[in-house]
Structure formats: C-alpha cells, structure tokens
C-alpha cells in the first residue's frame, strides 16, 4: 500500500514539474510575442492590402472561383455536419455548444477550403502577393534571391519568372495533426480556444517558408529561427486563423495574411541590414 502510495505520489510531483516547465515556456512565449507585436502583423496586412491597389491584382484574378470554393464548402458544411456535431458537443458544452459548434464548422471549412485554394487555385496569387509586398517595402534585394524582376513602379507588374519553386502544397501530416486536435472540442469552451491556438501555431510556422526560401536557409536554420521565436509566431498564427475562419471571405484574408508576414519579414530584414551595418561602423571605429 505504501508503495503505491509513494509511486502516487511521485507521478504527481512530476505532473506538477511538466505543468511549471510548460507554464513557463507559455510565459517566454508570451512575453516574446508581446515584445515583436507579431499579433499585429495580420491586422497591419489588411489595411495594407487595401490601401496599395496594385497587390490587388493576383487576389482579385482569381477572386470568381475562390469565392465559388468559399461558398461551396462553408454552406454544404454547415448543412450537413452542423446538427449532428451538435448534438455530440451539446453533451460536454451544454448550451455553449451552439457557438463552440458554430467555431468548430467554420474552422472546419476553412481548412478544408484552404487545401483546395492554396493547392489549385492561390497558390501563385499568394506568391506574387508575398513577393510583391516585398518589393513594394523596398526588400528587392531578397526577392532576387527567388525570381527575376523587371524594372518599373508597380511591385507586382515587377515580378518576373520563378527561379526558386513556391510555398510547399497542404502535407498529409498537416491534415493528421488537425485530426489529432478535433477531439479538443469535446473539452467545453476552454478545448475550443486550444484546438485554435494549437492550429494557429501550425499556420504561423508556415508564414515565413517562402521567406526562408529566399534567404537560402536550410530545414536546421528555420526550425533553429522557428523555435527561437515560437511565441510570435504562435500569436501572428492564432490572428491569421481567426480571420480565415470568416465564411466566404477566407481567402481575402489569406491574401492579407500574406501581405502581413512579408512585412514582418520586411522589417526582420530591415532590423538585419541595420545590425550588420552598426556592426560594420564599430569595426572600422
């Protein structure tokens, strides 16, 4: 009995020990994602995308059938899978269910609606967007890296052929892993919010690929860079998934999502050119 007791009691005392590890890798990954304002990136890329008509283009040439997609897997979906997941989740969430439901549809078909789009439809737009808005902050030297530029004003009329290949299509471990985490939204409310953020932080490891293509990094560098920063990058992913959650306008967002991380990428590598020119200027001092 005493010994059970004492096994009891030592799972505990490590249970306990997990959970301070990971309220205080929570606590950095807050505090780091407060100081970079990385929260603020997707909201900055809306008005940016809408105040520079010309990042308008590759959206607004696909906008018919991105609408179509939108549409014909958000309403089918909450037709048919809306009710029965209701009356599961009613259960666990009692009344709550009827919003916590609402959440979980609506992420349901943007992922679903996300695969479809960014495989077959955006992918090209939301390169030229990233691309683009680069150019258009000036990081001209970066996109070189990754395709030719021709010469005048207009940052996506600038864009020339693809020297290095785009964004890497939906993988099937991103669709085992969003399976893994559908089961959260039995937990009432709070499982909800987890099942989100936890998407979030997948979506916000991806937003830089096309970035770190550009600067050459390798798969070490970026997960190096990632996990260094995983607190950003987990609040720009949250935002970002929130706003493509929104019925039909789910792909708009993506495109001003895109728009958000290269102006967070735009201002990594302002912050970078300026380190390494101080750096310069105290060496020849």
């Given at each position: ?82 009710l029965p ?83 890497d299509r ?89 728009v958000g ?25």
């Amino acid at each position: 009995m005493s010994q059970s007791s004492g096994v009891a009691s030592s799972l505990q005392a490590r249970a306990q020990e997990v959970v301070k590890e990971d309220l205080a890798e929570a606590k950095i990954q807050v505090n780091d994602a407060a100081k970079s304002g990385s929260y603020l990136y997707p909201i900055k890329g809306i008005f940016y995308f809408f105040s520079h008509r010309a990042l308008w283009k590759p959206f607004l040439s696909r906008i018919g059938p991105t609408l179509a997609v939108s549409a014909g897997v958000t309403v089918p979906m909450f037709i048919f899978t809306y009710l029965p997941q209701l009356a599961i989740l009613v259960w666990v969430n009692g009344p709550l269910a009827v919003f916590t439901t609402v959440l979980l549809v609506l992420n349901e078909s943007s992922t679903i609606t996300s695969i479809i789009a960014r495989n077959f439809i955006m992918q090209d737009a939301l390169l030229d967007t990233f691309d683009g808005t680069l150019v258009a902050r000036g990081a001209t030297g970066v996109v070189k890296e990754g395709r030719e530029l021709q010469p005048g004003s207009d940052p996506i009329g600038k864009l020339g052929k693809v020297l290095k290949s785009p964004f890497d299509r939906f993988s099937p471990k991103a669709i085992l892993r969003y399976l893994i985490h559908l089961p959260l939204n039995f937990i009432p409310v709070v499982g909800t919010v987890i099942f989100i953020l936890l998407q979030g932080r997948a979506r916000g490891q991806s937003v830089h690929d096309r970035y770190f293509q550009l600067k050459s990094w390798g798969k070490e560098r970026r997960s190096a860079w990632i996990q260094a920063h995983a607190g950003s990058y987990t609040a720009f992913g949250f935002v970002a998934t929130l706003l493509e959650m929104v019925p039909v306008a789910s792909l708009l967002f993506s495109c001003t999502n895109a728009v958000g991380a290269a102006l967070w990428a735009a201002d990594i590598e302002a912050k970078g050119t300026q380190t390494a020119g101080q750096a310069a200027s105290d060496k020849d001092n």
